[in-house]
């Protein structure tokens, strides 16, 4: 091409050294041309082909692709292409040229497998198995060895190297990489174990207070785990560290279809009677507690005939207390309420006293793991407990305040 140029400035009587340099500009102008050119063409009418195609394709997968912005990645290879092949144009400069152009189609090629890479992520994830078994870090794994394996050839290419000998040389230099990479390697290694044992799942809620985390788990990568909390924040946890460190994961919970009330009210100890007859023909008229007040009568007075025991005096033989049966109440009030799952545990016991009274704890499983539904739920229950706690002639401890004086 430049002899070409060069003879024709010559025959319009242009001098030698003048039409050398005018070839070399004419030369670059039309390369530059062509290149420009072929990048119109490529991007105004090759991708918008594609993009009409891919438009009235069904599936779906390629529509990742048009909005990763895949193709207008690879795009960028043509106009380079031509400059590549264009090379041997300039002698002394060529082997340079040929060198920049394939370094930059081979960073264009491996920003594309990326842009696919993710692609393959998100189509992945539209899967129901992606929840339990996310390759969003393994295909991270496969991105990194993809870039290094594009820089050592770069490298290689820019500096006339076989790869083999920068390989051998990055051996050498394997303890200075495994420093390096060794939040990468951490990160294969606990992913692997995540994803092996099926320790944490997309969706999961887990609790990690060392890290500020309390909320459901939105992505898991090679490097990180992310974790919206409640409050909206999201918080990101390095992945090993869920390997490293303990943490609470709330799934068991939703699996198992019952969530835990574990909650106590406060009795005041100084309430706490025997119940007397009238005590006992109010109590018989709660549906609840009408057979076991019955059954428990029945059993006590065969209890003190049996024994002999005066009645005479309170404190002889055995008696029903208000307490009891209150307690009695609470337990066939959860046995019978549509919302405790009847399949788990169910009881309603007492705690060690101490200076703000007697604690009767509520221990059951709502059926609804929901967590709006669940405090519904249990705000209901104690409501009607804290209702029904004067119809035992109990009274609720709780510490005096200034009305109160």
């Known amino acids: 091409?430049?002899?070409?140029?060069?003879?024709?400035?010559?025959?319009?009587?242009?001098?030698?050294?003048?039409?050398?340099?005018?070839?070399?500009?004419?030369?670059?102008?039309?390369?530059?041309?062509?290149?420009?050119?072929?990048?119109?063409?490529?991007?105004?009418?090759?991708?918008?082909?594609?993009?009409?195609?891919?438009?009235?394709?069904?599936?779906?997968?390629d529509d990742l692709l048009l909005k990763k912005r895949v193709f207008e990645q690879l795009a960028h290879i043509p106009p380079v292409l031509i400059i590549h092949a264009f090379a041997p144009v300039f002698p002394a400069v060529d082997t340079w040229i040929q060198r920049i152009a394939f370094s930059y189609i081979i960073i264009n090629i491996v920003l594309a497998i990326n842009k696919i890479l993710d692609v393959v992520?998100?189509?992945?994830?539209?899967?129901?198995?992606?929840?339990?078994?996310?390759?969003?870090?393994?295909l991270q794994v496969v991105s990194i060895f993809i870039s290094a394996t594009a820089t050592v050839i770069i490298i290689s290419v820019l500096i006339e190297r076989s790869p083999w000998i920068l390989l051998s040389g990055i051996g050498a230099a394997t303890a200075v990489l495994m420093l390096i990479f060794q939040n990468s390697i951490l990160g294969i290694v606990a992913s692997i174990q995540l994803t092996t044992n099926n320790m944490v799942q997309i969706g999961d809620w887990i609790e990690m207070p060392s890290h500020?985390?309390?909320?459901?788990?939105?992505?898991?990568?090679?490097?990180?785990?992310?974790?919206?909390?409640?409050?909206?924040?999201?918080?990101?946890?390095?992945?090993?560290?869920?390997?490293?460190?303990?943490?609470?994961?709330w799934r068991g919970m939703q699996e198992a279809g019952g969530r835990r009330i574990k909650r106590s009210i406060y009795i005041d100890m100084t309430s706490v009677k025997f119940c007397d007859e009238e005590m006992l023909e109010r109590f018989?008229?709660?549906?609840?507690?009408?057979?076991?007040?019955?059954?428990?009568?029945?059993?006590?007075?065969?209890?003190?005939?049996l024994h002999n025991v005066?009645?005479?005096?309170?404190?002889?033989?055995?008696?029903?207390?208000n307490l009891g049966t209150f307690r009695?109440?609470?337990?066939?009030?959860?046995?019978?309420?549509?919302?405790?799952?009847?399949?788990?545990?169910?009881?309603?016991?007492?705690?060690?006293?101490?200076?703000?009274?007697?604690?009767?704890?509520?221990?059951?499983?709502?059926?609804?793991?929901?967590?709006?539904?669940?405090?519904?739920?249990?705000?209901d229950i104690f409501d009607h407990i804290l209702a029904?706690?004067?119809?035992?002639?109990?009274?609720?401890?709780?510490?005096?305040?200034?009305?109160?004086?």
């Open 1 to 61: 091409m430049i002899e070409n140029i060069n003879k024709l400035l010559l025959s319009y009587g242009v001098s030698d050294e003048l039409s050398l340099y005018l070839s070399y500009g004419v030369a670059i102008v039309i390369i530059i041309f062509v290149s420009l050119l072929t990048d119109l063409i490529t991007k105004k009418f090759l991708l918008k082909i594609v993009r009409i195609y891919i438009i009235k394709s069904k599936a779906k997968w």
């Open 121 to 138: 992520n998100d189509v992945y994830s539209t899967y129901e198995i992606s929840k339990t078994r996310p390759i969003k870090g393994y």
């Open 212 to 249: 500020g985390a309390d909320g459901d788990v939105i992505d898991i990568s090679l490097h990180t785990v992310k974790v919206q909390n409640w409050d909206k924040t999201i918080v990101t946890i390095p992945t090993h560290k869920l390997i490293s460190e303990s943490f609470k994961n």
């Open 284 to 305: 018989k008229k709660i549906q609840y507690i009408k057979e076991y007040i019955e059954k428990k009568e029945a059993e006590i007075e065969d209890y003190n005939k």
């Open 310 to 321: 005066d009645t005479s005096s309170i404190v002889n033989g055995r008696r029903l207390t």
């Open 328 to 379: 009695a109440y609470v337990e066939s009030y959860l046995n019978n309420h549509s919302n405790i799952n009847k399949k788990m545990t169910r009881m309603v016991r007492q705690l060690q006293p101490a200076e703000y009274g007697l604690p009767l704890e509520i221990y059951a499983f709502t059926n609804e793991t929901e967590w709006i539904k669940y405090e519904a739920i249990q705000s």
């Open 388 to 405: 029904v706690v004067p119809e035992f002639d109990l009274k609720i401890y709780q510490k005096p305040a200034v009305h109160n004086f």
